[in-house]
């Protein structure tokens, strides 16, 4: 089986309204920022399921919904799929749901509500089954096919992995299958290759009885026990054991495996020196891994729960946990469900694995969710790297297609008093390519249950000027479209190509390709960002100073740089139009003498001098579809 939906009501961040969160088969990865829900679900999923450490979870009075015990905490599991031992079990708590009534499925509804009654006042939590809840409530042995193996973020793996009563390394040990095999009692003559846990325990005992120095110490513990403090007529002897020789065999079992430390074997390993963080915390997964094999082997179903993989461990080793995860949950009988702020381990998994969690809301990222189509799915999976995977933990986005935006624009929001570090705004620089692929991850199909994520992507016109071609492509030719090649001979389109209305409509049907919910589209004024800022900024002598400085420096060695700037500002001043000007400005990228990636990065410098401090000026000079565009992801 496995659990396809939950439902949170009044339970920690998660209000009032009945917030339902859909799981699929094999790996499912939560993600999002601090505070947002993530550990809330997890932990609702083991209030209903219970975990294999067996440890117990009281409510208190802050995991009701802002505290109110008045309220009541409902969480309820829809389990399908469930196999014929499974069904057998919960027979009597089976509800029907499709139209032939012939497939079962497993409802649980947890419920708890603070009672103050009670001096001191407790919690009081009912299970009930049924569509409506209104059915019994499962067996005890029942309720133990569900049990999850939770690893906990931030986990102890030091103290966990060491010896000692009740340790956790003990009671996995216990439960694994082979741990049984072998005689339980030691005789002499046996060969010791051939016992349980419990007969070397027996044997163990055996040999400290034999040992002289142990033997001497009990007989004057013997001794000092019958002169100084027993009766007459008392009979008592004392023995150092390893556990009680009349003890039972789960017993000895267990004195003996509570002595275990896990430990690196540093003759067989490329390690010296103490075991660290990492490793430790790596071991610990492992022993509780082995555990949910095992409750895999028994034919269980098997819910693993990880909050924080990452915790502790190098992106290599991420990598490889987290793909090793989803291959085993998606060969077998394995549900895994994971929080993670790892933008490197979202960027691994299949895009439909990933759910969203946001202030209490969840959005599943299963194709049924979005308005990706299947064509999306694959292009984001190959292209979605980790560093734009950091926009799943975003409070809002701005996503570019060049290095020109991603370079300037976070220079830009801080000078401009909005930024982006400030605000929690991802940067995604999608390369020129799917920019409206990227923005359709955070529109979804249920147009009532949208992101609550504003997307800025900005794009460039892609319309030249009528002079551009002149000045920017070949000589020959003139503002005057009949010296242009015809249309289908050439890539680029200017003015002349378009009508007013048909410009307008180029426009709009760029942003239409994006734009919905939360994502708008902001579309360069003109061109593109290069000639926006040079169509506006020459019109300033001190950001024409900016600019023209910035792109002589990235194209020229210093000592030549003095003499070409003269040279450009000369270039310059003998068009005449605000077009022209910002058409030979932008020839240096078109002849390739500059790098746009190196003009935004110089250009940040030197705007980073002249403008601090300076907001209204900057933006006295600046396309105001980049203002808008900052605006909109940090104060909109």
Known sequence: MYLSLLQIKNFRCFDGNEHSITFK????????????????????????????????????????????????IKITCKFEELNEDERGAFLECLSYEDENKKIPCLYLHWTCRYLSSFNPPRPVVNVSTGIEGNGPSPSAEARELLRATYLRALRDAYSEMQAGRHSRLSQIMQHISVVDQGVDEYEEGIDIHNLSIAGIADLSNTLLAKHPALDSINEEMTTILQEKMLLKKDNIRTRLEVTGSNSNKIKKEMALLEKLDLAVDKDASDMCGRVGLGTSNIMSMVCELLLHNETIGDNKSCFLLIEEPEAHIHAQRQLKLIQSLEEE???????????????????????????????????????????????????????????????????????????????????????????????????????????????????????????????????????????????????????????????????????????????????????????????????????????????????????????IDSVINVSYEKKNRPSKKDKLIEKINVYKTKEERAACFYSFFTSKKASKADFAQELAINLEKKYINRAEDLKKVLPDYLISAIIYVTKG
């Open 25 to 72: 088969k094999g790996l499912n990865v939560l993600v999002g920022e601090n505070d947002s829900g993530k550990s809330a679900i997890m932990d609702a999923i083991k209030l209903v399921l219970g975990t294999t450490d067996m440890k117990w979870y009281r409510v208190e009075q802050e995991d009701f919904y802002k505290e109110d015990a008045t309220l009541e």
């Open 329 to 547: 949950s998606e060969k077998g009988n394995r549900q895994t469900i994971i929080t993670t702020h790892s933008p490197l381990l979202a960027s691994v998994v299949k895009l439909s694995n990933i759910v969203i969690v946001k202030s209490g809301k969840v959005y599943s990222l299963e194709k049924e969710q979005t308005k990706l189509d299947e064509d999306d799915y694959l292009y984001l999976e190959k292209y979605l790297d980790a560093t734009k995977a950091n926009l799943f933990f975003a409070r809002s986005v701005i996503i570019v297609e060049g290095p020109g935006e991603a370079l300037l624009l976070p220079t830009l929001s801080k000078l401009l008093g909005c930024n982006f570090t400030d605000y929690g705004t991802s940067l995604v620089d999608v390369r020129n390519t799917g920019l409206r692929r990227y923005a359709r991850i955070f529109q979804r199909k249920d147009e009532n249950k949208q992101l609550d994520v504003n997307v800025a992507c900005v794009t460039d016109r892609d319309i030249m000027p009528n002079c551009a071609p002149r000045i920017c492509i070949d000589e020959k030719y003139t503002d005057d479209k009949d010296t242009w090649p015809e249309k289908s001979k050439r890539a680029w389109r200017a003015e002349a190509d378009y009508s007013v209305l048909g410009a307008e409509k180029h426009v709009n049907e760029i942003k239409e390709k994006a734009d919905g919910q939360k994502v708008k589209t902001f579309v360069a004024n003109h061109w593109t960002l290069e000639y926006d800022l040079a169509y506006i900024g020459l019109q300033d002598e001190e950001m024409k100073e900016i600019l």
